[in-house]
């Protein structure tokens, strides 16, 4: 075999793609790793606050989006998150589940770069980087220029990511050659993002900048859709733009421009229950806003109360009163102007579209020995480490088969 061509060329050298050149290299295949950065996995360095939010021991079908969404189902049955667990174990990596199933590493997200890389050894992997692909092309075979030489191989795997967080590198070199190929894409946008309020409301909530809230948050949309039976009850953040915190860029995924956000302050308790039992208490209250302190913040309950509540006692309240405030408590509504972009997005929502994938292989149907793996493809999940899991999913689907 000369020494350019291989059986397998990878392009990008983040989760998806060292894990499937591990996987591929360690089948006996030889293994061609290509990256424009000179370091590698640089969203793994920076995911889950340095720690690497590895993986989720929740994961399953019901917590990705896709327009195809059974695709998902082969990859994440045949390597799951125990699989993964491990690996990371053999390699004595200490980690900790935070809340709902997350898993963090104890010490550094360096250690799950370091393992993959020591795996992609083992599997015998040529790394190529930093360097840049030139042109990709195909005859009989893959053909990829690049900064630093020409090579081919039978088989080339895009794991190149997504839009997402351009300042790790990120471009849409994926799409590009999707589209080269004529595979198809499905509608991109940024997915687990802040949302931006208008003036209005910065006015009014904008001095809050920092307050966090438990909360249970979903999306209203103009028109009836899957997303407004979708909920999440987790911490929202009120910023000097708008709304941030885990429950919004969870609930950003189901987002459309025009919809509304609401928010359950009272998590999931009624609100009419929860003012009446306000106005049995002795000694009696009289401000709402120190009653509502109770369950958020004290400056969130002081603008809220003076922009939701009637200024008069809470035993004088008519029965109209408590409907509207108690309605308001459950389902307060914000209309975001429209997400962060990019730039503060954790994933791309959309992508390579899964209909033109095998879910065995993750090959495309028309284009033989060609596979698209991880966020360029689309299958986006919730914040929480489901990305992760669906990196190391597709990858092993692709790896073990290419």
């Known amino acids: ?17 060292m894990f499937c050149a591990a996987r591929a290299g360690q089948r006996g295949r030889r293994v061609l790793l290509i990256d424009h950065a000179e370091a590698l996995g ?103 220029e690049t900064s630093r030489g020409e090579f081919t191989s039978d088989a080339l795997v895009i794991a190149s990511g997504g839009l997402s967080i351009p300042a790790t590198g990120a471009t849409g070199f994926g799409y590009d050659i999707a589209k080269q190929f004529d595979v198809a894409l499905t509608p991109l946008r940024a997915g687990l993002v802040p949302l931006a309020l208008d003036a209005p409301e910065l006015e009014r909530y904008g001095t809050l900048s920092g307050v ?85 913040p004290q400056r969130l309950a002081d603008a809220w109360a003076n922009a939701h509540s009637p200024a008069k006692p809470i035993a004088d309240w008519t029965k109209a009163d408590i409907v509207n405030v108690a309605r308001e408590l459950n389902a307060w509504q914000l209309k975001p102007s429209g997400t962060l972009g990019y730039k503060k997005a954790e994933v791309t929502l959309g992508g390579v579209d899964t209909r033109a994938l095998s879910q065995q292989t993750m090959e495309t149907k028309t284009v033989a020995g060609l596979h698209f793996i991880g966020e360029v493809v689309d299958v986006t999940g919730w914040l929480g480490g489901y990305n992760f899991q669906w990196a190391w999913a597709s990858a092993a689907a692709c790896g073990d088969a290419v």
């Open 1 to 17: 075999m000369p020494s350019n061509h291989y059986n397998v060329i990878i392009i990008g050298a983040g989760a998806a793609g």
């Open 212 to 296: 966090s809230f438990e909360t249970v948050a979903h999306a209203v949309p103009r028109e009836k859709r899957k997303s407004e039976m979708v909920s999440f009850r987790e911490a929202a953040l009120l910023t000097h733009r708008g709304l941030s915190g885990p429950s919004v860029l969870q609930i950003s995924n189901y987002w459309s421009a025009g919809d509304a956000v609401a928010f359950d302050l009272l998590c999931g308790r009624d609100g009419e229950d929860w003012i009446a039992e306000l106005r049995t208490r002795r000694p009696a209250i009289t401000s709402f806003a120190k009653a509502l302190a109770e369950v958020v």
């Open 42 to 144: 640089e969203k793994i360095r920076i995911s889950g606050g340095g720690r690497c939010n590895f993986t989720n021991i929740h994961a399953s079908p019901a917590n990705f989006l896709s327009q195809n969404p059974h695709f998902c189902r082969s990859a994440l049955s045949r390597y799951s998150p125990n699989d993964f667990i491990k690996l990371v174990t053999t390699h004595r990596i200490s980690y900790h589940e935070k809340t709902l199933g997350q898993l963090f590493c104890d010490e550094s997200s360096q250690q799950i770069i370091d393992m993959l890389i020591d795996e992609c050894k083992r599997g015998k992997v040529d790394f190529l980087h930093p360097a840049t692909v030139q042109s990709v092309t195909k005859s009989d075979r893959f053909r990829i």
